[in-house]
């Protein structure tokens, strides 16, 4: 048996999965407790302990992880304008697998230099202009930047013209300083890849250590990317396929969990309906978008706040009684429904968090009437074509019922200019490896597929 030992350093929980290639089966996953406060190998290792180990050990010859613990991936973006650079800055931040807490635009101002500050992200990224636009904002802002009275690592994707002399102002109190290529080269035209990579080198050279993660690699080889950043690479692999094996086509995964909502679309999302134009920034292929508001436990005070009147008439309650259920979830977080009522509150709650959480993902569409007549304008990825959504996280792993609770993701008549999928089949990863085929795809991604393909289940 070759075993692989893949693990994902949550939050939360550290989860674990041993894969044998010769058989590309799931030997077996755990999890444990996440201890980073004391020795992060601790909840590792317990997490390892209940999955039985062969005659003469575990003889691993790959043991790779990811990691979310100690707040994951915390960013700040800063750009010129708040719809383009400032925008592009942001998505980039995303799909590097990065929790935003802020994103300014325009000139920094006392207000947000003080909430960098006080925020300590891990990583902060700077843009602005265009290559050959504006350099006055993005040169000003790395002026103010290297005032600060705390030293952050910087990732400039800005205006190439004047990288070099940002680069210089920086490193006078920020390390490490890493200079990418522009988020946005020109106008309208996103380019968000080789900041990404600069941040994951960043995150790989810098953070790790921050964070207290480096006694880790000690056993591993190493902490190769953030959490999310694995899913996403598992959600590119899965609908592109690898080499000779296809993959599954177009495709939207919704993580629900305890503190936020994830949405991955791998999609062109270009207009499925003639006479329909695009408007605003383009989309990347690959999507991450992430709600802080719309989690089960955490963050379930907002979501019953935002989710309002759809919420009861789901239900079927009154406001007194979701306020009942609602106080019992933030006495205990980590309560587990014990009754019929609390479970249909944890499906009506998934339920809605998928559908918001999906309603933001995708784009949207609006009818401008001209002289000629009608058109349509479309904001965003139209995903209505998408016949593959994939669920993952607590709710839908340990309800009978996980297919009731993705419909939120289905498009609905009473919202028609919203662009959800249409009519898709519903796919729950039931063994919670997308983040360990995300690790897996970088030394067997054939093998990675073939075993999602495998043990995403269709509900």
């Known amino acids: 048996m070759q075993a692989v030992l893949l693990i994902d350093f949550g939050s939360t929980y550290t989860k674990v999965t041993v894969v044998d290639l010769d058989a590309e089966i799931i030997v077996g ?36 992880a990811c990691s ?21 800055a942001r998505r980039a931040a995303l799909g590097a697998g990065a929790r935003v ?17 006080v925020s300590k ?40 013209v004047v990288a070099a002399q940002a680069e210089e102002m920086l490193r006078k109190q920020h390390n490490p300083v890493v200079v990418a290529d522009n988020v946005m080269p020109d106008l309208g035209v996103l380019s968000v890849e080789s900041a990404r990579l ?30 999310p950043s ?28 305890g503190a936020t909502t994830d949405v991955h679309s791998v999609a062109k999302g270009d207009p499925s309906k003639p006479s ?15 709600e802080g508001d719309l989690g089960m436990r955490y963050s379930s005070e907002a979501l019953v706040e935002i989710a309002g009147r759809r919420l009861m008439d789901y239900l079927g309650w009154t406001e007194e009684q979701v306020s009942g259920q609602l ?55 139209d995903l209505t074509p998408l016949t593959v959504v994939i669920g993952t996280g607590g709710v839908l792993l340990h309800h009978p019922d996980p297919a009731e609770i993705l419909k939120g993701a289905v498009f609905n008549t009473q919202e028609p200019t919203i662009l959800k999928p249409q009519n898709p089949a519903f796919f729950l990863d039931k063994e919670y490896i997308l983040a360990a085929m995300g690790l897996l795809r970088e030394v067997s991604p054939q093998i990675a597929l073939r075993m999602m393909k495998k043990y995403i289940v269709k509900l």
């Open 198 to 227: 600069a941040i994951r080198e960043v995150y790989l050279s810098h953070i790790i250590k921050a964070k207290g993660l480096d006694k880790a690699e000690e056993y591993l080889e190493r902490i190769m990317m953030p959490t």
């Open 101 to 117: 807490l802020d994103v300014f635009s325009y000139e920094l101002s006392p207000k947000d230099l003080d909430r960098i500050v």
């Open 327 to 381: 106080e019992l979830l933030k006495e205990n977080p980590w309560r587990i429904p014990q009754t019929v009522e609390e479970a249909k509150f944890d499906v009506a709650m998934g339920r809605m968090a998928v559908g918001l959480a999906v309603d933001r993902h995708a784009g949207t569409i609006e009818v401008v009437y001209t002289p000629f007549g009608a058109s349509y304008i479309q904001n965003g990825k």
């Open 276 to 290: 329909v134009m695009l408007k605003g920034l383009p989309e990347p292929y690959v999507k991450r978008t992430v």
């Open 121 to 160: 992200p891990d990583i902060l990224l700077l843009a602005g202009g265009t290559d050959g636009g504006n350099k006055e904002v993005i040169l000003k802002n790395a002026e103010l930047l290297s005032s600060l009275p705390i030293s952050l690592p910087v990732v400039f994707a800005g205006n190439k």
């Open 29 to 64: 996953t755990a999890r444990a407790g996440t201890t980073i406060e004391t020795n992060i190998m601790e909840g590792m290792k317990a997490a390892l302990a209940q999955i039985p180990e062969p005659r003469g050990g575990w003889k691993f010859v790959r043991k790779l």
């Open 230 to 257: 694995a899913v996403l690479s598992a959600a590119e692999l899965l609908a592109q396929g690898e080499g000779s094996e296809p993959g599954w086509g177009e495709l939207l995964i919704v993580d629900v969990g």
């Open 68 to 88: 979310s613990a100690a707040g994951g991936l915390k960013m700040i973006a800063s750009g010129l304008v708040k719809e383009l650079t400032a925008e592009a």
